[in-house]
């Protein structure tokens, strides 16, 4: 009963404070200033690539970058709804684009004492340097296990130094399943908000997912409908996690079509499978959206982490992999009946970003058989 009142008081907090913006905002105005920060939202969903691309956006040195700080409101509150926690987040994510750190001590264990205190904050290369951490010179390799042991206890404050000292903020996550929530970040003249919307082939992520197996908490709020049916569900089929995730990502792409005019330059349709082919020309296209340069030495890196070239680096997340095979890797590992089932709950899903259905266990396992389409990723926003 306590951690919910809390909740409602997080969602009535709110809802005051975007009034305050509404009343004093009689129109958006956005400073064209080259010295304005942009902010970037990097919206998709579980097993899509989402902290792939994330990753690309943090080893740029204009960025200042976060790994899925929603998280903590889901853990905070693990038995509400999708929906609800809709709130907290974006208001999270707002304090957050604004280098205001203060709301995650709401959040974190311990009140959020020490920078460590975030979950997977050494993904973050912007927490590995000074000012948040003097344990390695600008001149170093960024190098997440060494970050790890060595960056940790450091005052959460210092995450506003770090963030402050970067033109870009970007911010990772899959916990905003309705575009329409993010309206008044959108029209906040303080923030540059820009939304790199990563959608992937259903099958694939729901392939991942069967594979992954961490997701059980995360799985329940998506597919709960109201608290007491959630409390009674101990597992959820991976067919009605995807049916709700389709849904969400189609909703969030048809918010974008139908406001057309105020999400121009703000709004980037991206697949997985089209980054993973062509790296280079879709994070080129990636990086003119979110106004940053594409250096040789990032190049370099680029290239290297997609063809496996990289060492291989132990720690939560390995990204030096042959690009083009693990976009296909579903195709010999899903059981072809699991693929039909999510062709049926996906249909729109497919249909609105590309993806070409199997017919037979013999398509599906014959890479020849194309199962995408073209598609014009930005739809000219």
């Not at 060595?150 to 995450?159: A, D, Q, S």
């Not at 849904?247 to 697949?271: C, D, H, P, W």
């Amino acid at each position: 009963m306590g951690l919910r009142f809390r909740l409602y008081r997080l969602m009535i907090v709110s809802l005051l404070v975007f009034t305050f913006i509404w009343l004093f905002q009689l129109k958006t105005i956005y400073d064209e200033s080259p010295e304005k920060p942009v902010h970037i939202l990097i919206l998709s969903s579980w097993r899509s690539g989402s902290s792939f691309v994330g990753q690309i956006f943090n080893h740029h040195p204009d960025v200042f970058y976060l790994y899925e700080p929603g998280r903590v409101v889901w853990v905070k509150f693990p038995h509400e709804k999708a929906s609800l926690l809709h709130y907290p987040v974006r208001d999270l994510l707002h304090s957050l684009f604004n280098c205001d750190m203060s709301p995650l001590h709401d959040y974190l264990s311990r009140n959020g004492r020490y920078i460590s205190d975030l979950p997977f904050w050494s993904e973050s290369r912007a927490l590995c340097f000074p000012p948040a951490c003097r344990a390695f010179t600008m001149n170093e390799p960024y190098d997440r296990p060494s970050c790890f042991q060595r960056c940790g206890y450091v005052p959460l404050e210092k995450m506003t130094e770090a963030c402050s000292l970067h033109r870009h903020v970007v911010l990772k996550t899959v916990r905003v399943l309705d575009l329409g929530v993010l309206l008044p970040l959108l029209q906040d003249p303080r923030i540059d908000l820009r939304i790199v919307h990563l959608v992937r082939d259903p099958r694939a992520v729901a392939f991942s997912r069967l594979n992954f197996g961490y997701l059980k908490v995360e799985d329940l709020i998506v597919t709960r409908q109201t608290k007491d049916l959630g409390e009674k569900r101990t597992k959820v089929n991976v067919t009605d996690v995807m049916a709700n995730i389709c849904r969400a990502q189609t909703e969030i792409y048809t918010f974008s079509q139908k406001n057309k005019k105020s999400m121009q330059g703000r709004y980037l349709m991206v697949r997985y499978e089209d980054l993973a082919r062509e790296p280079l020309s879709v994070v080129d296209q990636i990086f003119n959206f979110a106004a940053l340069s594409f250096t040789e030495d990032f190049r370099e890196w680029l290239q290297n982490v997609t063809n496996h070239r990289r060492p291989k680096q132990y720690g939560f997340m390995n990204f030096a992999e042959d690009s083009r095979k693990v976009i296909v890797r579903w195709r010999g590992g899903l059981k072809h009946s699991i693929s039909l089932e999510i062709q049926e709950q996906c249909r729109e899903a497919m249909k609105i970003f590309g993806y070409t259905p199997v017919r037979s266990t013999k398509e599906q396992n014959d890479l020849s058989f194309s199962v995408m389409t073209n598609f014009e990723s930005n739809d000219k926003h």
